[in-house]
């Protein structure tokens, strides 16, 4: 599974965009009731409950609409046969399996993405009536869940504005249904929902897509603007109100005259492709500058998947490129950017590719070196795979 389409099928992709996105919720009924086994189990969630240290809020319990203290994990069985429901935060950091197919998601979308897993036990509610402020897709793995889902009170919440301090609508939801294994639901940003458990313990994993806004974008111009003095300098003194509204008019310009001379749209993608993280950052003992040509020429290198690398010429007139990738810049001087490009977008290649693909650099001067710094910065990785 690596793209909405697949969580999303038998519905697709267009009648979703078309009549759901961000605006109706949707229950999609499955025809494979193993589809989302291969992500979490029991068996997972008991090994998270063994050998792993939680802290809270990571784990915690939620009972009769609220959600218990700190105090309650110390008791976490019991309260679970009292009928608390479970909940363990980012799971995409902790299971393999789910951290792989979240980072081939937030690739696909272009957003972050968090995965919760929850756990509820026969004729139990955990969460009262409540609303989120991200898009959620509900993934039925085992038992079944009736859901309740309502209009939202206040479009496109953010994330400071959570409905706790708000009255949930009044009336019968627009959307009530029964979640079996392989099951999705949908539920957009704002709209109220709460849960029940049916005859069985019920397991499911909320995949939370958490959209940038019109607000994230002038935060980020923001955050440009001050690299620029004239904002960085203090407004005239109010001892005349006239100074204040010239110098104020003068910023409206400027700001003016700087958005229509820089292609904000463009690089605010590009400030969005460099964030994150990939699943994949470490590669001992070759990132620690050890055992990189083992095989020599015929080392195989991979590159990590599912990332959104930059590739632009450097500024100057050397031959040469910058890298931009999960938030870091490399420069690298002696080689375009169309042969860079050519490594990054294969998954596999070898010492010998490259040699093909820079006729006339010497192997041990030129080539070594530079795949050295790619594999240091953790651009590439050495391919230990026993399946090479």
Not at 186 to 214: E, F, K, N
């Amino acid at each position: 599974m690596k793209s909405l389409v697949e969580i999303l099928k038998p519905y697709t992709l267009e009648e979703f965009l078309k009549h759901n996105w961000t605006s109706k919720a949707v229950h999609i009924l499955s025809e494979e009731t193993n589809k989302f086994a291969d992500l979490f189990s029991w068996e997972q969630l008991n090994y998270l409950l063994n050998y792993h240290q939680f802290k809270y809020p990571d784990l915690r319990l939620a009972l009769d609409g609220k959600v218990l203290d700190e105090s309650a994990n110390e008791n976490l069985t019991k309260f679970c046969q009292e009928g608390a429901t479970l909940i363990i935060n980012q799971v995409n950091k902790l299971v393999p399996e789910i951290a792989k197919f979240a980072t081939e998601l937030k690739y696909d979308l272009g957003y972050g993405i968090q995965l919760n897993a929850y756990c509820s036990w026969p004729g139990k509610q955990g969460f009262s009536s409540h609303y989120d402020t991200h898009e959620v897709f509900v993934l039925q793995i085992d038992g079944s869940k009736k859901w309740y889902v309502f209009s939202d009170t206040f479009k496109y919440p953010l994330v400071e504005q959570k409905s706790k301090s708000l009255q949930p609508p009044e009336g019968e939801p627009y959307l009530s249904c029964t979640l079996n294994p392989g099951d999705v639901l949908y539920i957009p940003r704002g709209h109220w929902h709460y849960a029940v458990a049916q005859d069985q313990p019920s397991m499911h994993l909320t995949l939370g897509v958490h959209c940038q806004t019109g607000i994230d974008f002038l935060e980020w111009l923001v955050g440009e603007l001050r690299q620029r003095q004239e904002w960085r300098r203090s407004l005239p003194l109010r001892l005349e109100a006239k100074p204040v509204e010239v110098y104020l008019d003068k910023l409206v310009t400027d700001l003016d005259k700087y958005i229509y001379s820089n292609n904000l749209c463009q690089e605010y993608i590009s400030y969005l492709d460099s964030l994150g993280k990939p699943v994949e950052r470490y590669s001992l003992p070759q990132q620690a500058g050890f055992n990189i040509f083992d095989k020599e020429t015929h080392t195989r290198f991979k590159v990590p998947q599912f990332q959104r690398f930059g590739i632009s010429e450097l500024p100057d007139s050397s031959n040469g490129c910058k890298i931009t990738v999960s938030g870091k810049e490399i420069s690298i001087r002696g080689v375009s950017s169309s042969i860079v490009e050519k490594f990054l977008t294969k998954e596999f290649f070898t010492g010998n590719d490259v040699i093909n693909w820079l006729p006339g650099f010497d192997w041990e001067i030129d080539i070594v070196p530079l795949l050295s710094r790619l594999v240091l910065e953790g651009i590439i990785f050495v391919d230990t795979s026993i399946y090479q």
